[in-house]
Protein backbone atom coordinates (compact mmCIF):
# COMPACT_ATOMS: atom_id res chain seq x y z
CA UNK A 1 0.00 0.00 0.00
CA UNK A 2 1.16 3.46 -0.70
CA UNK A 3 2.04 5.96 2.20
CA UNK A 4 0.38 9.47 2.60
CA UNK A 5 2.04 11.91 -0.05
CA UNK A 6 2.32 15.44 0.10
CA UNK A 7 3.42 17.85 -1.97
CA UNK A 8 5.37 19.92 -2.79
CA UNK A 9 7.88 18.94 -0.62
CA UNK A 10 9.47 22.29 0.16
CA UNK A 11 8.37 25.85 -0.07
CA UNK A 12 9.65 29.08 -0.54
CA UNK A 13 7.01 32.48 -0.27
CA UNK A 14 7.49 35.75 0.70
CA UNK A 15 5.12 37.81 2.83
CA UNK A 16 1.62 38.61 1.89
CA UNK A 17 1.42 35.35 -0.56
CA UNK A 18 -1.00 32.70 -0.29
CA UNK A 19 0.10 28.84 -0.38
CA UNK A 20 -1.60 25.65 -1.29
CA UNK A 21 -0.20 22.41 0.57
CA UNK A 22 -1.50 18.78 -1.05
CA UNK A 23 -1.78 15.86 0.76
CA UNK A 24 -3.08 12.43 -0.68
CA UNK A 25 -4.05 9.82 1.99
CA UNK A 26 -3.49 6.26 2.23
CA UNK A 27 -5.98 4.15 0.44
CA UNK A 28 -9.19 3.53 1.64
CA UNK A 29 -8.61 6.07 4.52
CA UNK A 30 -11.25 9.04 4.41
CA UNK A 31 -9.92 10.92 7.83
CA UNK A 32 -7.02 13.07 6.81
CA UNK A 33 -5.32 16.16 9.35
CA UNK A 34 -2.79 18.40 9.01
CA UNK A 35 -0.34 19.70 12.09
CA UNK A 36 1.81 22.71 12.12
CA UNK A 37 5.26 21.91 13.70
CA UNK A 38 8.21 23.99 14.18
CA UNK A 39 11.09 24.16 17.08
CA UNK A 40 9.24 26.57 19.50
CA UNK A 41 5.69 25.07 19.47
CA UNK A 42 6.18 21.56 18.71
CA UNK A 43 3.29 19.55 17.15
CA UNK A 44 -0.16 21.66 16.69
CA UNK A 45 -3.29 20.21 15.28
CA UNK A 46 -4.67 22.35 12.75
CA UNK A 47 -7.92 20.28 11.30
CA UNK A 48 -9.01 17.25 10.83
CA UNK A 49 -11.56 16.36 7.78
CA UNK A 50 -13.63 13.54 6.82
CA UNK A 51 -16.33 12.55 4.45
CA UNK A 52 -15.33 16.18 3.21
CA UNK A 53 -16.28 17.76 6.28
CA UNK A 54 -14.06 19.40 8.57
CA UNK A 55 -14.36 17.52 12.05
CA UNK A 56 -12.40 19.36 14.43
CA UNK A 57 -10.46 22.50 14.18
CA UNK A 58 -6.98 23.75 16.60
CA UNK A 59 -6.95 27.29 17.37
CA UNK A 60 -5.43 28.78 14.08
CA UNK A 61 -6.60 32.10 12.53
CA UNK A 62 -8.68 31.83 9.56
CA UNK A 63 -6.03 32.36 7.40
CA UNK A 64 -5.46 28.50 7.82
CA UNK A 65 -7.98 26.78 5.68
CA UNK A 66 -8.68 23.81 4.04
CA UNK A 67 -10.63 20.89 2.67
CA UNK A 68 -11.30 17.49 1.40
CA UNK A 69 -12.47 15.98 -1.91
CA UNK A 70 -14.33 13.55 -2.50
CA UNK A 71 -11.55 11.33 -3.02
CA UNK A 72 -10.25 11.77 0.61
CA UNK A 73 -7.68 13.62 -0.54
CA UNK A 74 -7.07 17.11 1.00
CA UNK A 75 -5.62 20.69 0.54
CA UNK A 76 -4.67 23.26 3.22
CA UNK A 77 -4.16 26.68 2.39
CA UNK A 78 -2.80 29.80 4.27
CA UNK A 79 -3.37 33.28 2.73
CA UNK A 80 -1.33 36.52 3.76
CA UNK A 81 1.55 34.37 4.73
CA UNK A 82 3.58 36.02 7.64
CA UNK A 83 7.12 34.91 8.63
CA UNK A 84 6.09 33.07 11.99
CA UNK A 85 4.33 30.50 9.11
CA UNK A 86 7.54 28.90 8.26
CA UNK A 87 7.16 25.65 9.35
CA UNK A 88 7.20 21.65 8.70
CA UNK A 89 3.45 20.86 7.31
CA UNK A 90 2.56 17.27 7.92
CA UNK A 91 -0.29 15.71 6.76
CA UNK A 92 -2.02 12.38 8.63
CA UNK A 93 -4.09 9.59 7.49
CA UNK A 94 -6.43 7.68 9.40
CA UNK A 95 -8.87 4.83 9.22
CA UNK A 96 -12.22 6.20 11.20
CA UNK A 97 -12.43 3.21 12.83
CA UNK A 98 -10.76 2.28 16.11
CA UNK A 99 -7.49 2.06 16.76
CA UNK A 100 -7.40 5.21 14.62
CA UNK A 101 -3.65 5.40 14.26
CA UNK A 102 -2.67 8.01 12.62
CA UNK A 103 0.11 7.72 9.51
CA UNK A 104 2.03 10.69 8.50
CA UNK A 105 3.49 11.87 5.19
CA UNK A 106 6.87 13.20 4.88
CA UNK A 107 5.50 16.66 4.91
CA UNK A 108 5.94 20.10 3.53
CA UNK A 109 8.59 22.34 4.37
CA UNK A 110 7.23 26.13 4.20
CA UNK A 111 9.87 28.90 4.30
CA UNK A 112 8.20 32.29 4.52
CA UNK A 113 10.51 35.24 3.25
CA UNK B 1 -9.26 19.52 29.77
CA UNK B 2 -6.67 16.96 27.90
CA UNK B 3 -3.27 16.93 28.27
CA UNK B 4 -0.33 15.08 27.26
CA UNK B 5 3.07 15.56 29.14
CA UNK B 6 6.46 14.79 28.32
CA UNK B 7 8.88 16.45 30.73
CA UNK B 8 11.95 15.14 28.99
CA UNK B 9 12.80 16.87 26.51
CA UNK B 10 15.97 15.99 25.63
CA UNK B 11 17.64 12.80 26.59
CA UNK B 12 21.93 11.47 26.16
CA UNK B 13 22.70 8.09 26.54
CA UNK B 14 25.25 5.93 25.49
CA UNK B 15 24.66 3.56 22.90
CA UNK B 16 23.52 -0.30 24.45
CA UNK B 17 22.64 1.98 28.12
CA UNK B 18 18.38 1.43 28.55
CA UNK B 19 16.46 4.13 28.22
CA UNK B 20 12.68 5.36 29.59
CA UNK B 21 10.80 7.64 28.11
CA UNK B 22 8.05 9.08 30.37
CA UNK B 23 4.50 10.37 29.30
CA UNK B 24 1.67 11.42 31.44
CA UNK B 25 -1.83 12.13 30.31
CA UNK B 26 -5.21 14.09 31.11
CA UNK B 27 -8.63 13.00 30.14
CA UNK B 28 -12.28 12.81 31.37
CA UNK B 29 -12.83 10.28 28.70
CA UNK B 30 -12.92 6.52 30.01
CA UNK B 31 -12.58 5.31 26.54
CA UNK B 32 -9.44 6.69 25.10
CA UNK B 33 -6.48 5.36 22.85
CA UNK B 34 -2.64 6.39 23.82
CA UNK B 35 0.26 6.34 20.71
CA UNK B 36 3.93 6.61 20.44
CA UNK B 37 5.43 7.79 17.33
CA UNK B 38 8.56 8.23 16.10
CA UNK B 39 10.20 11.16 14.12
CA UNK B 40 13.98 10.40 12.61
CA UNK B 41 16.11 13.15 11.38
CA UNK B 42 14.39 12.92 8.16
CA UNK B 43 10.89 14.44 9.78
CA UNK B 44 8.67 12.10 8.66
CA UNK B 45 6.56 10.59 11.65
CA UNK B 46 6.55 6.93 12.51
CA UNK B 47 3.83 4.81 14.31
CA UNK B 48 5.05 2.71 16.69
CA UNK B 49 2.28 1.59 19.21
CA UNK B 50 -1.87 2.07 20.13
CA UNK B 51 -3.02 1.02 23.57
CA UNK B 52 -6.73 1.25 24.42
CA UNK B 53 -8.08 2.61 27.81
CA UNK B 54 -9.41 -0.50 28.58
CA UNK B 55 -6.09 -2.98 27.65
CA UNK B 56 -3.36 -2.48 30.38
CA UNK B 57 -1.67 -5.28 29.36
CA UNK B 58 2.31 -4.33 28.95
CA UNK B 59 4.09 -4.80 25.69
CA UNK B 60 7.51 -5.87 24.24
CA UNK B 61 8.52 -5.56 20.95
CA UNK B 62 11.94 -6.79 20.35
CA UNK B 63 14.11 -3.70 22.37
CA UNK B 64 11.11 -1.95 22.71
CA UNK B 65 8.71 -2.16 25.42
CA UNK B 66 5.67 0.08 26.86
CA UNK B 67 4.08 0.27 30.56
CA UNK B 68 0.98 1.79 30.36
CA UNK B 69 -0.93 2.77 34.43
CA UNK B 70 -4.26 3.82 34.41
CA UNK B 71 -3.72 4.25 38.19
CA UNK B 72 -0.79 7.26 37.16
CA UNK B 73 -2.40 8.14 33.77
CA UNK B 74 0.98 7.02 32.58
CA UNK B 75 2.41 5.33 29.18
CA UNK B 76 6.12 5.08 29.44
CA UNK B 77 8.46 3.78 26.41
CA UNK B 78 11.61 1.79 27.30
CA UNK B 79 14.68 1.16 24.72
CA UNK B 80 16.46 -1.85 25.97
CA UNK B 81 20.27 -1.87 24.46
CA UNK B 82 19.58 1.22 22.47
CA UNK B 83 21.49 1.74 19.44
CA UNK B 84 22.67 4.91 17.32
CA UNK B 85 19.59 4.62 14.77
CA UNK B 86 17.19 4.72 17.83
CA UNK B 87 18.34 8.53 17.93
CA UNK B 88 14.99 10.59 17.03
CA UNK B 89 12.16 12.94 18.67
CA UNK B 90 9.39 10.72 20.10
CA UNK B 91 6.00 11.83 20.47
CA UNK B 92 3.55 10.43 22.76
CA UNK B 93 -0.07 11.05 21.62
CA UNK B 94 -3.48 10.76 23.12
CA UNK B 95 -7.13 10.29 21.21
CA UNK B 96 -10.40 11.04 22.35
CA UNK B 97 -12.71 12.85 20.01
CA UNK B 98 -9.23 14.09 18.80
CA UNK B 99 -5.47 14.06 18.79
CA UNK B 100 -3.36 15.63 21.15
CA UNK B 101 0.17 15.29 21.08
CA UNK B 102 2.70 16.10 23.66
CA UNK B 103 5.77 17.77 22.92
CA UNK B 104 8.67 15.39 22.49
CA UNK B 105 11.88 14.02 23.85
CA UNK B 106 14.82 13.90 21.53
CA UNK B 107 16.78 11.15 22.34
CA UNK B 108 20.26 11.22 21.07
CA UNK B 109 22.52 7.45 21.41
CA UNK B 110 26.07 8.54 21.21
CA UNK B 111 28.50 5.72 20.03
Known amino acids: KAGVTQTPRYLIKTRGQQVTLSCSPI?????VSWYQQTPGQGLQFLFE???????NKGNFPGRFSGRQFSNSRSEMNVSTLELGDSALYLC????????????FGPGTRLTVT | AQKVTQAQTEISVVEKEDVTLDCVYE???????LFWYKQPPSGELVFLIR??????QNEISGRYSWNFQKSTSSFNFTITASQVVDSAVYFC????????FGTGTRLKVLA
Open chain 1, 92 to 103: ASSQDTAPYEQY
Open chain 2, 27 to 33: TRDTTYY
Open chain 2, 93 to 100: ALRTYKYI
Open chain 2, 51 to 56: RNSFDE
Open chain 1, 49 to 55: YFSETQR
Open chain 1, 27 to 31: SGHRS
